[in-house]
């Protein structure tokens, strides 16, 4: 019994680590959607421009995936982790002293970078430590992630309008990475040693179903990023406040911590994660039709449609791709590989959200494009038959 406590307790800290680390992967993103008004009072930017806040951070997490497992083999997993975390919190705080659009977004690019190194290595990390429990571990980190949105969007207008500066409500959350960071380094000795040699020489890009996990992956973040940095702003043109446009995108991300919690305990029931995926997909388009149809009435059922949908789908996303390889390193290559090419597409939907709102002045037509597809990836789900798996990666 001992023994099995002595077990337990290194796993219990370092998942509470891993966890605080997570919170700091998206309030970077999300503080920005909800303070936009403000933002846009002080400083001159057009939604196009507001939405490369979130295009080119996405971006640039997806290009430095290609990059991060091999960053995190020549650093260590530890100390890459120690870095990114600095390099987030470095950027965060940066904000306080920004005066001009390309400031502003070459902080958001910056905390993309540390954010893409974290995500990276985290999967291939969780499967190797938790090898039992991939599925409900990846469930609380993904959570966590998104928990770390739903704080940020809540409370970044109230801290706006207590102090009267936007730039603290972006900046705040740099205590996050402090935070994070003592629990983080606190660590060290307890880290698995990942060997790298798998990862480093297998190369994905001329697999097909490497490919079709990346842009399943990438056009469910696409829904993801896209409403963390239009829906506030959307219901701000309603004629709501700011800050209650803030907490209703804090609601909606709520409902994508609870469903990131509970479909991945739902779904580690049986390896067939097609029904499991499909319902996710439908919440999202009803979620989508409420937003478009009615979105003044039942204000709060569309959000939480849209919330548990794309709280699910996000990690079983990254578990279907983990499901495909049973080798952590050879699965942390695949999931590096599926949210670079992933994070590539998802960047580009806020920039044709903004673009769309210049042009067209409204939103409704970015929703009912990712309406239109993810009733597509309905249609890719089909192919992802478990009994399947061991012919695409051998």
Known sequence: MEN???????AFWLMLSVILVALNLRPSMAAVGPLLSGIRGDITLSFSDAALLTMLPVMAMGLAMFFG????????????????LLVIGLATLSRLFLDS????????????????LIQALMPALIKSRFPDNVSLFMGLYVTSIMGGAAVAAS???????????????????????????????????????????AIHHE???????????????????????????????????QGWSEQNAGLLLGFLT???????????????????????????????????????????????????????????????????????LDNPCRAGGLTAFVQGIGYLIAGLSPLLAGI?????????????SL?????????????????????HFQ
């Open 4 to 10: 099995v406590r002595a077990t337990t307790r290194p």
């Open 69 to 84: 497992v091999r960053i995190g083999q020549r650093l260590g997993e530890h100390r890459s982790v120690v870095i990114s």
């Open 101 to 116: 659009t390309a400031e502003l977004i070459l902080s958001a690019v910056l905390a993309g970078l540390g954010i893409a």
């Open 155 to 197: 409370f970044a207008p109230l801290v706006m309008s207590r102090t009267g500066s936007w730039r603290l409500g972006l900046a705040i959350w740099a205590a996050l990475a402090v935070l994070a960071l003592l629990f983080w380094y606190a660590q060290r000795a307890a880290m698995p040693k990942l060997p790298g040699a």
């Open 203 to 237: 190369a994905f890009a001329g697999n097909r179903r490497a490919w079709l996990l990346a842009i399943f992956f990438g056009l469910g973040t696409a829904s993801y990023t896209c409403v963390l940095a239009w829906l506030a702003p959307y219901y701000v043109e």
């Open 254 to 324: 709520a409902m994508e911590v609870v469903s990131g919690l509970v479909t991945p305990a739902i779904a580690n029931r049986r390896q067939d994660r097609r029904l499991v995926l499909v319902a996710l997909l439908v919440l999202i388009i009803a979620g989508f039709c409420g937003l478009i149809l009615s979105p003044q009435h039942l204000s709060l059922l569309w959000p939480c449609l849209l919330g548990l949908g794309i709280g699910g789908l996000f990690p079983m996303s990254l578990i279907l791709s983990l499901d495909h």
């Open 356 to 368: 769309i709102r210049d042009r067209l002045g409204s939103f409704e037509w970015a929703w009912w």
């Open 371 to 391: 309406t239109a597809v993810m009733a597509l990836m309905i249609l890719m789900v089909l192919r992802f038959d478990p009994r399947h798996y061991h012919r």
